[in-house]
């Protein structure tokens, strides 16, 4: 029984970082549920995301990212509003973009 491998990966917090064709993709496919990887030369971007909720205040956490026998796995959960919390009654599409060193592997999303 293995113990896998956690992967050290790097939150894309800005979409203008992003690979254009990356950029276009996550428009196309936001509204509704994203489980997408990207790769460029030197790396692998993995998109999560809920499609649209119906208020603001959604979020995405990582719980795990790592390599099982033949895949990586991203494991990944939808936070809804906190209790309390200011929100607006605008539907918003969280997603998440990570981005890990280059992999042959595939990835499996946990979601």
Known sequence: ????????????????????????????????TLRMTYATKDATYIVAGYGTQPTSGYSIRVNDLYLGTNAVYADVDLL???????????????????KIEKREESVVFCM
Do not use: M, Q
């Open 80 to 98: 809804g509003p906190e209790a309390g919390e200011d929100i607006t009654e605008l539907p918003t599409t969280p997603y998440i973009v990570l």
């Open 1 to 32: 029984h293995d113990i896998p491998e956690h992967i050290e990966f790097t939150f894309c917090k800005s979409i203008r970082s992003f690979p254009v064709e990356l950029k276009k993709l996550i428009e196309a496919k936001k509204a509704n």
